[in-house]
Protein backbone atom coordinates (compact mmCIF):
# COMPACT_ATOMS: atom_id res chain seq x y z
CA UNK A 1 0.00 0.00 0.00
CA UNK A 2 1.37 3.58 -0.69
CA UNK A 3 0.88 6.54 0.88
CA UNK A 4 1.00 9.93 0.50
CA UNK A 5 4.35 10.56 2.43
CA UNK A 6 5.82 7.58 0.32
CA UNK A 7 5.14 9.68 -2.74
CA UNK A 8 7.23 12.64 -1.50
CA UNK A 9 9.76 10.40 -1.19
CA UNK A 10 9.72 9.69 -4.75
CA UNK A 11 11.87 11.42 -7.74
CA UNK A 12 8.94 10.27 -9.97
CA UNK A 13 6.47 12.44 -7.87
CA UNK A 14 8.61 15.05 -5.67
CA UNK A 15 10.11 17.39 -8.07
CA UNK A 16 6.76 17.59 -10.25
CA UNK A 17 5.05 18.61 -6.83
CA UNK A 18 7.69 21.05 -5.26
CA UNK A 19 7.61 22.89 -9.05
CA UNK A 20 3.83 23.24 -8.93
CA UNK A 21 3.77 24.67 -5.18
CA UNK A 22 6.36 27.49 -6.82
CA UNK A 23 3.81 28.10 -9.76
CA UNK A 24 0.72 28.59 -7.68
CA UNK A 25 3.15 30.38 -4.93
CA UNK A 26 4.51 32.90 -7.27
CA UNK A 27 0.59 33.03 -9.71
CA UNK A 28 -0.61 34.36 -6.28
CA UNK A 29 1.97 36.05 -4.54
CA UNK A 30 2.02 38.24 -7.55
CA UNK A 31 -1.51 38.47 -8.42
CA UNK A 32 -2.97 39.33 -4.62
CA UNK A 33 0.17 42.16 -4.23
CA UNK A 34 -1.20 43.53 -7.44
CA UNK A 35 -4.95 43.27 -6.67
CA UNK A 36 -4.23 44.62 -3.45
CA UNK A 37 -1.86 47.39 -4.08
CA UNK A 38 -4.39 48.57 -7.35
CA UNK A 39 -7.76 47.91 -4.48
CA UNK A 40 -6.12 49.48 -1.56
CA UNK A 41 -3.60 52.35 -3.17
CA UNK A 42 -5.14 52.79 -6.56
CA UNK A 43 -8.70 53.10 -6.47
CA UNK A 44 -11.31 54.68 -4.21
CA UNK A 45 -14.63 53.46 -4.82
CA UNK A 46 -16.47 50.48 -4.56
CA UNK A 47 -17.57 50.28 -8.65
CA UNK A 48 -14.26 50.61 -9.88
CA UNK A 49 -12.60 48.05 -7.32
CA UNK A 50 -14.87 45.58 -7.75
CA UNK A 51 -14.82 46.14 -11.78
CA UNK A 52 -10.98 45.94 -11.60
CA UNK A 53 -11.13 42.85 -9.72
CA UNK A 54 -13.24 40.85 -12.37
CA UNK A 55 -11.40 42.47 -15.21
CA UNK A 56 -7.96 40.90 -13.35
CA UNK A 57 -9.84 37.74 -13.09
CA UNK A 58 -11.46 37.39 -16.52
CA UNK A 59 -8.12 38.62 -18.30
CA UNK A 60 -6.32 35.61 -15.99
CA UNK A 61 -9.30 32.99 -17.71
CA UNK A 62 -9.32 34.16 -20.78
CA UNK A 63 -5.95 32.38 -22.23
CA UNK A 64 -7.84 28.86 -20.78
CA UNK A 65 -10.49 29.38 -23.10
CA UNK A 66 -8.40 30.42 -26.41
CA UNK A 67 -5.14 27.90 -25.63
CA UNK A 68 -6.42 25.11 -23.88
CA UNK A 69 -7.36 22.66 -26.58
CA UNK A 70 -3.34 23.50 -27.95
CA UNK A 71 -2.33 23.23 -24.22
CA UNK A 72 -3.78 19.38 -24.54
CA UNK A 73 -2.65 18.57 -27.69
CA UNK A 74 1.12 19.55 -26.80
CA UNK A 75 0.91 17.56 -23.68
CA UNK A 76 -0.62 14.58 -25.77
CA UNK A 77 2.00 14.60 -28.59
CA UNK A 78 5.45 15.84 -26.40
CA UNK A 79 7.18 15.28 -23.56
CA UNK A 80 5.36 16.97 -20.62
CA UNK A 81 8.52 17.48 -18.78
CA UNK A 82 9.86 19.03 -21.51
CA UNK A 83 7.03 21.84 -22.33
CA UNK A 84 7.03 22.06 -17.70
CA UNK A 85 10.42 22.87 -18.11
CA UNK A 86 10.00 25.60 -21.09
CA UNK A 87 6.57 27.34 -19.64
CA UNK A 88 8.71 27.48 -16.11
CA UNK A 89 11.57 29.68 -18.24
CA UNK A 90 8.28 31.49 -19.85
CA UNK A 91 7.71 32.91 -16.37
CA UNK A 92 11.01 34.71 -15.44
CA UNK A 93 9.97 36.96 -18.55
CA UNK A 94 6.58 37.78 -17.60
CA UNK A 95 7.32 38.04 -13.90
CA UNK A 96 10.25 40.89 -14.96
CA UNK A 97 7.24 42.57 -16.96
CA UNK A 98 4.67 42.04 -13.78
CA UNK A 99 7.37 43.03 -11.20
CA UNK A 100 7.97 46.39 -13.81
CA UNK A 101 4.76 47.35 -13.57
CA UNK A 102 4.68 47.23 -9.75
CA UNK A 103 7.41 49.28 -9.02
CA UNK A 104 6.70 51.88 -11.58
CA UNK A 105 3.26 51.88 -9.85
CA UNK A 106 4.67 52.18 -6.40
CA UNK A 107 7.38 54.74 -7.34
CA UNK A 108 3.69 57.07 -8.15
CA UNK A 109 4.98 56.46 -12.38
CA UNK A 110 1.97 57.62 -14.37
CA UNK A 111 0.54 57.50 -18.19
CA UNK A 112 -3.02 58.13 -17.76
CA UNK A 113 -5.52 55.66 -19.92
CA UNK A 114 -8.88 54.68 -20.13
CA UNK A 115 -9.79 50.90 -19.20
CA UNK A 116 -13.36 49.71 -19.34
CA UNK A 117 -14.10 53.57 -18.68
CA UNK A 118 -11.93 53.32 -15.66
CA UNK A 119 -9.13 55.92 -15.71
CA UNK A 120 -6.36 54.25 -14.79
CA UNK A 121 -2.54 54.21 -15.57
CA UNK A 122 0.39 52.54 -17.89
CA UNK A 123 1.68 50.65 -14.62
CA UNK A 124 -1.39 48.96 -14.61
CA UNK A 125 -1.98 48.01 -17.45
CA UNK A 126 1.62 46.22 -17.79
CA UNK A 127 0.25 44.71 -14.41
CA UNK A 128 -2.49 43.33 -16.70
CA UNK A 129 -0.87 42.35 -19.33
CA UNK A 130 1.32 40.07 -17.18
CA UNK A 131 -1.29 38.63 -15.43
CA UNK A 132 -2.79 37.53 -18.40
CA UNK A 133 1.06 35.95 -19.79
CA UNK A 134 0.12 33.88 -15.92
CA UNK A 135 -3.03 32.78 -17.50
CA UNK A 136 -0.98 31.76 -20.44
CA UNK A 137 1.59 30.16 -18.72
CA UNK A 138 -1.01 27.91 -16.44
CA UNK A 139 -2.79 27.27 -19.33
CA UNK A 140 0.21 25.10 -20.70
CA UNK A 141 0.63 23.66 -16.87
CA UNK A 142 -2.67 23.46 -16.24
CA UNK A 143 -3.00 19.66 -18.52
CA UNK A 144 -0.13 18.18 -17.21
CA UNK A 145 0.06 18.74 -13.99
CA UNK A 146 -2.85 16.09 -13.13
CA UNK A 147 -2.05 14.08 -16.28
CA UNK A 148 1.41 13.42 -15.97
CA UNK A 149 0.35 11.39 -11.96
CA UNK A 150 -0.98 8.38 -13.94
CA UNK A 151 2.00 8.04 -16.26
CA UNK A 152 4.31 8.34 -13.26
CA UNK A 153 2.28 6.95 -10.36
CA UNK A 154 0.76 3.46 -10.03
CA UNK A 155 -3.34 2.98 -10.09
CA UNK A 156 -3.53 3.17 -6.85
CA UNK A 157 -1.29 5.96 -5.93
CA UNK A 158 -3.57 8.17 -8.38
CA UNK A 159 -5.79 9.50 -6.08
CA UNK A 160 -2.86 10.00 -3.33
CA UNK A 161 -1.14 11.68 -5.69
CA UNK A 162 -4.09 14.29 -7.54
CA UNK A 163 -5.24 14.79 -3.22
CA UNK A 164 -1.18 16.20 -2.77
CA UNK A 165 -1.42 18.40 -6.02
CA UNK A 166 -4.35 20.44 -4.91
CA UNK A 167 -3.62 20.18 -1.07
CA UNK A 168 0.30 21.09 -2.59
CA UNK A 169 -1.67 24.11 -4.66
CA UNK A 170 -3.56 25.37 -1.58
CA UNK A 171 -0.91 25.75 1.00
CA UNK A 172 1.63 27.51 -2.16
CA UNK A 173 -1.64 29.99 -2.04
CA UNK A 174 -2.14 30.26 1.06
CA UNK A 175 1.74 31.46 1.47
CA UNK A 176 1.61 33.15 -1.74
CA UNK A 177 -1.52 35.18 -0.13
CA UNK A 178 -0.08 35.96 3.16
CA UNK A 179 3.21 37.32 1.73
CA UNK A 180 1.52 39.44 -0.36
CA UNK A 181 -0.71 41.11 2.24
CA UNK A 182 2.04 41.75 4.51
CA UNK A 183 5.23 42.69 2.55
CA UNK A 184 5.55 45.81 0.31
CA UNK A 185 4.89 45.80 -3.20
CA UNK A 186 8.96 46.57 -4.09
CA UNK A 187 9.69 43.57 -2.02
CA UNK A 188 7.41 41.80 -3.62
CA UNK A 189 8.26 42.72 -7.24
CA UNK A 190 11.95 41.13 -6.17
CA UNK A 191 10.38 38.30 -4.83
CA UNK A 192 8.52 37.26 -7.90
CA UNK A 193 11.58 37.42 -10.15
CA UNK A 194 13.61 35.06 -7.82
CA UNK A 195 11.04 32.78 -6.84
CA UNK A 196 10.13 31.97 -10.94
CA UNK A 197 14.33 31.35 -11.42
CA UNK A 198 14.05 28.76 -8.87
CA UNK A 199 10.80 27.17 -9.92
CA UNK A 200 12.32 27.08 -13.47
CA UNK A 201 15.77 25.13 -11.58
CA UNK A 202 13.62 22.47 -9.92
CA UNK A 203 11.60 22.01 -13.13
CA UNK A 204 14.64 20.66 -14.52
CA UNK A 205 14.25 17.48 -12.53
CA UNK A 206 11.12 16.32 -13.43
CA UNK A 207 11.59 13.07 -14.50
CA UNK A 208 10.88 12.48 -18.67
CA UNK A 209 6.99 11.80 -19.62
CA UNK A 210 7.06 11.31 -23.09
CA UNK A 211 3.85 10.57 -25.28
CA UNK A 212 2.19 7.56 -24.58
CA UNK A 213 0.09 6.84 -27.90
CA UNK A 214 0.19 7.88 -31.43
CA UNK A 215 2.00 10.87 -32.35
CA UNK A 216 -0.94 13.07 -34.44
CA UNK A 217 -0.56 16.34 -36.08
CA UNK A 218 -0.72 19.28 -33.91
CA UNK A 219 -4.31 21.34 -34.77
CA UNK A 220 -3.42 24.94 -35.04
CA UNK A 221 -6.90 26.34 -35.69
CA UNK A 222 -7.67 27.19 -32.25
CA UNK A 223 -11.65 27.35 -32.16
CA UNK A 224 -11.61 24.05 -34.13
CA UNK A 225 -9.81 22.45 -31.90
CA UNK A 226 -11.65 23.57 -29.08
CA UNK A 227 -14.94 22.28 -30.18
CA UNK A 228 -13.79 19.22 -31.65
CA UNK A 229 -11.58 18.54 -28.19
CA UNK A 230 -14.94 19.55 -25.80
CA UNK A 231 -16.77 17.69 -28.26
CA UNK A 232 -14.95 14.40 -28.34
CA UNK A 233 -14.33 13.64 -24.48
CA UNK A 234 -17.97 14.38 -23.97
CA UNK A 235 -18.80 11.41 -24.60
CA UNK A 236 -18.10 9.67 -21.73
CA UNK A 237 -21.11 10.40 -19.05
CA UNK A 238 -19.01 10.24 -16.03
CA UNK A 239 -16.03 12.40 -17.73
CA UNK A 240 -19.36 15.11 -18.79
CA UNK A 241 -20.93 15.28 -15.90
CA UNK A 242 -17.53 16.03 -13.39
CA UNK A 243 -16.19 18.30 -16.01
CA UNK A 244 -19.93 20.25 -15.77
CA UNK A 245 -20.08 20.46 -12.08
CA UNK A 246 -16.22 21.14 -12.14
CA UNK A 247 -16.80 24.48 -14.07
CA UNK A 248 -19.62 25.22 -11.81
CA UNK A 249 -17.15 24.89 -8.12
CA UNK A 250 -14.70 27.24 -10.21
CA UNK A 251 -17.29 29.86 -10.95
CA UNK A 252 -18.35 30.26 -7.75
CA UNK A 253 -14.55 30.33 -6.44
CA UNK A 254 -13.82 32.50 -9.19
CA UNK A 255 -17.02 34.98 -7.99
CA UNK A 256 -16.18 34.39 -4.37
CA UNK A 257 -12.40 35.54 -5.13
CA UNK A 258 -13.41 38.66 -6.93
CA UNK A 259 -15.46 39.75 -4.11
CA UNK A 260 -13.08 39.64 -0.91
CA UNK A 261 -10.81 42.23 -1.97
CA UNK A 262 -13.87 44.92 -2.00
CA UNK A 263 -16.30 43.36 0.16
CA UNK A 264 -13.48 43.36 2.81
CA UNK A 265 -12.32 46.75 2.68
CA UNK A 266 -16.05 48.64 1.98
CA UNK A 267 -18.02 46.09 3.88
CA UNK A 268 -15.80 44.62 6.81
CA UNK A 269 -13.88 48.14 6.57
CA UNK A 270 -10.62 45.95 6.81
CA UNK A 271 -6.80 46.63 5.73
CA UNK A 272 -4.77 44.97 2.76
CA UNK A 273 -4.03 42.43 5.35
CA UNK A 274 -7.33 40.76 6.71
CA UNK A 275 -8.38 41.16 3.11
CA UNK A 276 -5.41 38.67 2.63
CA UNK A 277 -6.80 37.07 5.57
CA UNK A 278 -9.71 36.06 3.98
CA UNK A 279 -8.34 34.37 0.53
CA UNK A 280 -5.62 32.47 3.44
CA UNK A 281 -8.55 31.04 4.82
CA UNK A 282 -10.08 30.07 2.20
CA UNK A 283 -6.94 27.88 0.85
CA UNK A 284 -6.24 26.45 3.97
CA UNK A 285 -9.91 25.03 4.41
CA UNK A 286 -9.90 23.72 0.37
CA UNK A 287 -6.41 21.74 1.46
CA UNK A 288 -7.97 20.49 4.13
CA UNK A 289 -11.28 19.33 2.01
CA UNK A 290 -8.75 17.83 -0.63
CA UNK A 291 -7.10 15.75 2.39
CA UNK A 292 -10.08 14.70 4.05
CA UNK A 293 -12.05 13.65 0.85
CA UNK A 294 -9.19 11.48 -0.17
CA UNK A 295 -8.98 9.62 3.43
CA UNK A 296 -12.85 8.92 3.32
CA UNK A 297 -13.25 7.61 0.16
CA UNK A 298 -9.55 5.56 1.04
CA UNK A 299 -8.48 5.71 -2.37
CA UNK A 300 -11.16 5.29 -4.40
CA UNK A 301 -12.18 7.66 -7.52
CA UNK A 302 -15.96 7.92 -6.03
CA UNK A 303 -18.58 11.11 -6.22
CA UNK A 304 -19.94 9.70 -3.42
CA UNK A 305 -19.72 12.89 -1.15
CA UNK A 306 -19.86 15.07 -4.21
CA UNK A 307 -23.70 16.36 -3.72
CA UNK A 308 -23.35 16.79 0.28
CA UNK A 309 -20.47 18.55 -0.10
CA UNK A 310 -21.42 21.32 -2.20
CA UNK A 311 -24.75 21.69 -0.19
CA UNK A 312 -22.87 22.51 2.32
CA UNK A 313 -20.78 24.75 0.73
CA UNK A 314 -24.21 26.51 -0.17
CA UNK A 315 -25.32 26.65 3.53
CA UNK A 316 -21.99 28.03 4.71
CA UNK A 317 -21.78 30.83 1.81
CA UNK A 318 -25.79 31.87 2.86
CA UNK A 319 -24.22 32.12 6.72
CA UNK A 320 -21.52 34.72 5.53
CA UNK A 321 -23.46 36.30 3.71
CA UNK A 322 -26.00 37.03 6.85
CA UNK A 323 -22.79 37.64 9.26
CA UNK A 324 -22.10 40.25 6.59
CA UNK A 325 -24.93 41.83 6.54
CA UNK A 326 -25.11 41.91 10.22
CA UNK A 327 -22.39 43.78 10.50
CA UNK A 328 -22.30 45.81 7.66
CA UNK A 329 -25.55 47.29 10.09
CA UNK A 330 -22.67 48.82 12.43
CA UNK A 331 -19.78 48.58 10.83
CA UNK A 332 -16.28 50.39 11.60
CA UNK A 333 -16.14 53.81 10.65
CA UNK A 334 -12.12 53.38 9.47
CA UNK A 335 -10.25 50.08 8.41
CA UNK A 336 -9.28 47.53 10.94
CA UNK A 337 -5.95 46.02 11.30
CA UNK A 338 -5.83 42.18 11.81
CA UNK A 339 -5.63 42.65 15.83
CA UNK A 340 -8.65 45.19 15.19
CA UNK A 341 -10.42 43.20 13.06
CA UNK A 342 -10.29 39.83 15.27
CA UNK A 343 -11.10 41.94 17.84
CA UNK A 344 -14.51 43.14 16.13
CA UNK A 345 -17.52 40.96 17.08
CA UNK A 346 -18.55 38.27 15.13
CA UNK A 347 -15.12 38.50 13.10
CA UNK A 348 -14.53 34.62 14.67
CA UNK A 349 -18.19 33.65 12.67
CA UNK A 350 -17.02 35.13 9.22
CA UNK A 351 -13.54 33.13 9.65
CA UNK A 352 -15.38 30.04 10.50
CA UNK A 353 -17.54 30.83 7.63
CA UNK A 354 -15.09 31.18 4.98
CA UNK A 355 -13.43 27.99 5.92
CA UNK A 356 -16.82 25.94 6.23
CA UNK A 357 -16.86 27.11 2.54
CA UNK A 358 -13.81 25.78 1.81
CA UNK A 359 -13.95 22.59 3.30
CA UNK A 360 -16.59 22.04 1.48
CA UNK A 361 -15.59 23.30 -1.56
CA UNK A 362 -12.47 21.46 -1.45
CA UNK A 363 -14.07 17.82 -0.39
CA UNK A 364 -16.38 18.33 -4.14
CA UNK A 365 -13.70 18.91 -6.26
CA UNK A 366 -10.79 16.89 -5.99
CA UNK A 367 -12.69 13.32 -6.60
CA UNK A 368 -13.92 14.96 -9.85
CA UNK A 369 -10.46 16.23 -10.96
CA UNK A 370 -9.21 12.34 -10.78
CA UNK A 371 -12.32 11.08 -12.83
CA UNK A 372 -11.01 13.16 -15.84
CA UNK A 373 -7.40 10.83 -15.59
CA UNK A 374 -8.53 7.69 -14.48
CA UNK A 375 -11.99 7.24 -16.96
CA UNK A 376 -10.08 7.87 -19.97
CA UNK A 377 -6.98 6.33 -21.54
CA UNK A 378 -3.72 7.17 -20.64
CA UNK A 379 -2.99 9.19 -24.30
CA UNK A 380 -5.80 10.94 -23.78
CA UNK A 381 -5.49 12.22 -20.00
CA UNK A 382 -3.78 15.91 -20.93
CA UNK A 383 -6.60 16.12 -23.80
CA UNK A 384 -9.11 15.28 -21.24
CA UNK A 385 -7.91 17.84 -18.31
CA UNK A 386 -7.55 20.69 -21.43
CA UNK A 387 -11.33 20.26 -22.79
CA UNK A 388 -12.09 20.66 -18.70
CA UNK A 389 -10.16 23.49 -18.34
CA UNK A 390 -12.08 25.22 -21.98
CA UNK A 391 -15.33 24.73 -20.55
CA UNK A 392 -13.88 25.78 -16.61
CA UNK A 393 -12.69 29.03 -17.96
CA UNK A 394 -15.77 29.55 -20.06
CA UNK A 395 -17.83 29.40 -17.04
CA UNK A 396 -15.61 31.59 -14.76
CA UNK A 397 -15.60 34.30 -17.56
CA UNK A 398 -18.92 34.39 -17.37
CA UNK A 399 -19.23 34.87 -13.79
CA UNK A 400 -16.49 37.41 -14.00
CA UNK A 401 -18.01 39.30 -16.35
CA UNK A 402 -21.56 38.87 -14.29
CA UNK A 403 -19.67 40.40 -11.10
CA UNK A 404 -18.43 43.26 -13.62
CA UNK A 405 -21.61 43.57 -14.69
CA UNK A 406 -23.70 43.71 -11.48
CA UNK A 407 -20.37 46.24 -9.62
CA UNK A 408 -21.11 48.67 -13.06
CA UNK A 409 -24.90 48.25 -12.44
CA UNK A 410 -24.55 49.79 -8.90
CA UNK A 411 -25.32 46.39 -6.82
CA UNK A 412 -24.07 46.08 -2.93
CA UNK A 413 -20.95 43.62 -3.21
CA UNK A 414 -22.20 42.19 -0.37
CA UNK A 415 -25.62 41.03 -2.21
CA UNK A 416 -23.35 39.48 -4.87
CA UNK A 417 -22.65 36.55 -2.88
CA UNK A 418 -26.23 35.34 -2.52
CA UNK A 419 -25.00 34.43 -6.72
CA UNK A 420 -22.80 32.10 -5.33
CA UNK A 421 -25.19 30.34 -2.92
CA UNK A 422 -27.23 30.09 -5.78
CA UNK A 423 -24.59 27.95 -8.55
CA UNK A 424 -24.36 25.65 -5.52
CA UNK A 425 -27.75 24.13 -5.89
CA UNK A 426 -26.60 23.79 -9.35
CA UNK A 427 -23.16 21.84 -8.85
CA UNK A 428 -24.88 19.76 -6.18
CA UNK A 429 -27.84 18.47 -8.92
CA UNK A 430 -24.56 17.78 -11.65
CA UNK A 431 -22.79 15.87 -8.80
CA UNK A 432 -25.83 13.76 -7.73
CA UNK A 433 -25.61 12.99 -11.70
CA UNK A 434 -22.19 12.15 -11.75
CA UNK A 435 -23.01 9.99 -8.96
CA UNK A 436 -25.40 8.34 -10.64
CA UNK A 437 -23.34 7.63 -13.86
CA UNK A 438 -20.39 6.05 -11.52
CA UNK A 439 -23.27 3.59 -10.14
CA UNK A 440 -24.44 2.91 -14.05
CA UNK A 441 -20.48 2.44 -15.18
CA UNK A 442 -19.67 0.25 -12.36
CA UNK A 443 -22.60 -1.82 -12.62
CA UNK A 444 -22.08 -1.98 -16.43
CA UNK A 445 -18.30 -3.66 -15.56
CA UNK A 446 -19.56 -6.28 -13.34
CA UNK A 447 -22.11 -7.28 -16.11
CA UNK A 448 -19.52 -7.67 -18.28
Not at 38 to 60: C, D, K, M, R, T
Request: aromatic fraction near 10%.
Amino acid sequence: MFTSPHLLRTRRFLPLFVTQLFNAFNDNLYKTAMVLFVVYQIYNSEEAEGIFSAVASGLFIIPFFILSALAGQLADMRDKAAIIRKVKAFEIVLMIIGASGLMLAWRGYEMPVSLFGIETSFPVLLMLLALFLTGVQSTFLGPIKYAILPQHLRKEEVLAGTGLVEAGTYIAILAGTILAGWISVEIAAVGVIFTSIVGYMVSRQVPPAPPQGEVEKLDWHILRASVRLVRDTMHNREVYYAILAISFFWTIGAVLFIQFPPLAKNVIMASKEVASIFLVIFSIGVAIGSVAVGALLKGKVSARYAPQSVIAMGVFVVAFYVVCKIWEADKPTQLLDVAGFLGWPMASIILLCLLGIAISGGMFVVPLYAFLTTRVAPDKASRTIAANNIVNSGAMVGGSLLAMGMSAAGVPIVEQVLISAGMCLVSAWLGRRLLEAERAASAADEIR
